[in-house]
């Protein structure tokens, strides 16, 4: 049972192109992570939101935490190569499993010139 | 250390082969984790360790798996009698710790199994 759900699993866009990329749930979470990941390497954090309805914003990267703390968006303007890789939303829980991370498929992005 | 180490970073094995990975933690990060990557797949849990409390052992997939830490520091994952499907990235990821706000995971570079 996947408990974080992404779409799309993939993404191919121009250069200059925005997308969003949704992180979705039927569990609440106490927090809500988003990763990113190149080919080689771990997952590095991008942002973390923890406040229902709370919105962060990153340069180009705006992530959105849901109302209900269910659900999570990512929002990418004018898409760089650069911001090509796989992007991962983790959710903690809380309760008998707080301090355990709950990891979504991921949505791969990849940015062509 | 400045950050996750984890090795070896590939391991070619035989089917039925014992085979371990070790992970060093960041200095001071008393949380470690243990995630598996399949080929275009996600992160799945595999075992959490949270300072001296008994390890979160509920993601390990069958008792060919085991994990210790030693000493609240460096972390060995054992699995034995290798099987095909074990094939992926075995990531460890440590934190502050679940007591320190939103817990903010770094990971390592990972450990590559490929069991033939």
């Known amino acids: 049972t996947q408990l974080l759900e992404q779409s799309p699993q993939f993404l191919s866009i121009q250069e200059g192109e925005n997308l969003t990329v949704y992180c979705n749930s039927s569990?609440?979470?106490?927090?809500l992570q988003w990763y990113r990941q190149e080919p080689g390497e771990g997952p590095v954090l991008l942002v973390t939101v923890v406040t229902g309805g709370e919105v962060k914003k990153l340069k180009r990267l705006t992530f959105q935490f849901g109302d209900a703390r269910k659900d999570s968006s990512l929002h990418i303007t004018a898409a760089q190569p650069g911001d090509t890789g796989l992007y991962l939303c983790?959710?903690?829980?809380?309760?008998?499993?707080?301090?355990?991370?709950?990891f979504g498929r991921g949505t791969q992005l990849t940015v062509w010139p | 250390g400045a950050g996750v180490s984890q090795s070896p970073s590939n391991k070619v094995t035989e089917k039925g082969k014992d085979v371990e990975l070790r992970c060093d933690p960041i200095s001071g990060h008393t949380a470690l984790y243990w995630y598996r990557q399949s080929l275009g797949q996600g992160l799945e849990f595999l075992i959490y360790f949270q300072g001296n409390s008994a390890p979160d052992k509920s993601g390990l997939p069958s008792d060919r798996f085991s994990a210790e830490r030693t000493g609240g520091s460096v972390s060995t994952l054992t699995i034995q009698r290798t099987q095909q499907e074990d094939s992926a990235v075995y990531l460890c990821?440590?934190?502050?710790?679940?007591?320190?706000?939103?817990?903010?995971?770094?990971f390592g570079a990972g450990s590559r199994l490929t069991v033939l």
């Open positions: 990821a440590s934190s502050l710790g679940r007591y320190s706000g939103a817990n903010v995971l770094t």
């Open positions: 569990s609440v979470f106490s927090s």
């Open positions: 983790a959710g903690a829980s809380g309760g008998s499993t707080l301090g355990r991370l709950y």
